[in-house]
Nanobody, 121 residues
């Protein structure tokens, strides 16, 4: 019903930058919330940044000031600009969206497949 396609991951040196993109497609009526999570090996998945249902942004403390989330509503796309990357930012980054799907009458949550970000020291 809804697909999330991520891109932009890769290998970068510490202090470098990357920009992730996530485009939502499918039977979308509205996107209620959309953002990024990450999961490092052996750790739980954690919030990176998101647009909330009220339209505001929410960042994890360790990313605030280094990462910036933005969006293109017309394209159902969110971006994550990551600056001053650190080795501890190495993780699989997942896109997440809460979507009102045509014909369902309720909000559903969807995950992308993830994109690997590796930061070398």
């Amino acid at each position: 019903q809804v697909q999330l396609g991520e891109s932009g991951g890769g290998l970068v040196q510490a202090g470098g930058t990357l920009r992730l993109s996530c485009a939502a497609s499918g039977s979308i009526l509205t996107i209620n919330a959309m953002g990024w999570y990450r999961q490092a090996p052996g750790k739980q998945r954690e919030l990176v940044a998101e647009f909330t249902s009220g339209g505001s942004t929410n960042y994890a403390d360790s990313m605030r000031g280094r990462f910036t989330i933005s969006r293109d509503n017309a394209q159902n796309t969110v971006y994550l600009q990551m600056n001053s990357l650190r080795p501890e930012d190495t993780a699989v980054y997942y896109c997440h969206a809460v979507v009102l799907v045509h014909g369902l009458g309720r909000l559903n949550g969807y995950w992308g497949r993830g994109t690997q970000v590796t930061v070398s020291s």
